[in-house]
């Protein structure tokens, strides 16, 4: 059985043997330069950045805005939850811009809570027009007490490479009873009173 044998610049040496097989084999080595992994060696560190042969569809960028304290509104008129904000500026007009949310609501018996999902000042994900209805992307009817956990995934396209805003806005359709993020209706200090997390988070995918 043919082998090569390298001999190291101090001491020991590499055998290169080919394996009993029929017939012929080829080895073709590369003309550049570099590295040979062995065994037990981990593939050299890259980003997303560093793909090559994929034109759409690589993840670019991700950006979150993560709520830990409560919010609350008597509105009937669509509010901006503070601290569910987030602003993307995108690398190409051919982008696209993925949003998963996660929003708890809550109100009470007599009022129930409406999520409206903005692209700057223009609603998206919402439902068509509809007579006198609003076009909203979410909507918790009310028990006494009750929390809801509303969540979303929108592939959105802004056409545009200026920074653009993603966020939740939030209203009751009474305007006279709150509807609250992250507690109870109650939001007594207690321990039996929860406080949850929201978030919103936005994804630059290559288009």
């Known amino acids: 059985m043919a082998s090569i044998k390298l001999k190291g610049d101090t001491s020991g040496e590499i055998t290169i043997q080919a394996p009993a097989v029929a017939g012929t084999t080829t080895l073709n080595i590369p003309a550049v330069s570099g ?24 993840v670019l960028q991700v950006l979150q805005a993560h709520k830990t304290d409560a919010f609350s509104t008597a509105s009937s008129s669509f509010t901006d939850i503070t601290g569910l904000s987030v602003s993307i500026t995108p690398s190409s007009t051919s982008s696209k811009i993925l949003i998963i949310w996660k929003c708890v609501v809550a109100g009470n018996v007599s009022n129930h809570a409406d999520l409206r999902l903005m692209r700057n000042a223009t609603a998206i994900d919402v439902g068509g027009a509809a007579g006198n209805r609003t076009p ?12 809801m956990t509303a969540s979303g995934v929108y592939l959105d396209s802004p056409s545009s490479t200026s920074s653009t805003t993603y966020k939740l806005q939030l209203r009751t359709n009474t305007g006279n009873a709150i509807v609250r993020i992250n507690s109870n209706y109650d939001y007594n200090d207690a321990s039996t009173t929860p406080v949850t997390a929201s978030s919103i988070t936005v994804m630059e995918i290559a288009g």
């Open 35 to 58: 590295n040979i992994l062995t065994d037990g060696q981990a593939l050299p560190a890259i980003d997303g950045s560093a793909l090559t042969g994929i034109t759409t569809g690589k």
């Open 136 to 147: 909203t992307t979410a909507g918790h009817y009310s028990a006494s007490n009750f929390m």
